[in-house]
């Protein structure tokens, strides 16, 4: 074999193990773009239609809830349920579908509410004459100020921030519809000292 020939051997095998090792880190490539496109999408799709974060903003809420905690928002649960009474929701404020509130569904739709003498008390068919709402996770001594008595509606729901005195709700601006529902919130991710899962607190009714 003459020298010549043999180089043309070896340069062709280099040729061909170098497009081998190109080939090959271009479908690793490929592989990588797909994942990275398939993990954006699922993010967008959660984030967009699943959950969804929500900073808290101001007073209304305390002390269950403080100015800046980081929420997770669960927007899937209603579509096949329905809000159950003591859920924190964040709703578009009727007035301004561009503001969402961060409040508690005391009462539920076709419910009898009164607020007066600084407690809430609920008319349904188990509690015809009425019943005093006990709300555990309130101080004892704070109270529900202010003067209401309504019927919700079918689709109506009746909601207070959990600081009584410093909250504008629906002692304000009435019911809201079920329709401006963005979802519940489902978790606490900061500060780290407060993570938690919420469960729905139990009432006397």
């Given at each position: ?6 180089f ?6 280099t040729?061909?193990g ?6 090959g880190?271009g ?8 994942i990275v ?5 699922t993010?967008?799709l ?5 959950f969804?974060?929500?900073?808290v903003q101001?007073?209304?809420?305390e002390p269950?809830?403080?100015d800046?905690?980081y929420?997770i ?5 209603y ?5 159950e009474r003591g859920?924190?929701i964040v ?6 579908p561009k503001?969402f509130?961060l409040?508690?569904i005391i009462?539920?739709?076709g419910e009898?509410?009164k607020v ?10 188990e509690?015809p004459?009425?019943?005093v709402?006990k709300e555990e996770?309130l101080?004892?001594e ?10 919700l509606g079918?689709d109506?729901f ?6 009584r ?5 629906s002692?304000r601006?009435?019911p809201?519809?079920?329709?401006v529902?963005v979802?519940r919130?489902w978790l ?12 729905v607190p139990e009432f006397?009714?």
């Open positions: 074999m003459s020298e010549q020939s043999w043309e051997k070896m340069f062709k095998k040729g061909q170098m497009a081998l090792t190109l080939a880190a479908l690793l490539i490929l592989e990588l773009v797909k496109v398939l993990a954006g999408v993010i967008l959660v984030r967009h239609f699943l969804k974060p929500f900073y101001g007073a209304s809420m269950n809830f403080d800046r905690d929420l928002i669960d927007e899937l649960s579509r096949f349920r329905e809000p859920e924190v709703f578009r404020y009727p007035d301004n503001e509130f409040k508690r009462a539920l739709p009898g509410v007066a003498e600084g407690k809430v008390t609920i008319y349904n068919q509690h004459e009425g019943v709402v996770y101080s004892k704070l109270a529900t100020v202010g003067e209401q008595s309504l019927r079918p109506q009746f909601v207070l921030g959990d600081n005195t410093n909250s504008y709700d002692r601006f009435g809201i519809e079920k329709n529902i979802g919130a606490r991710g900061w500060p780290v000292s407060k993570v938690e899962i919420f469960k006397n009714l």
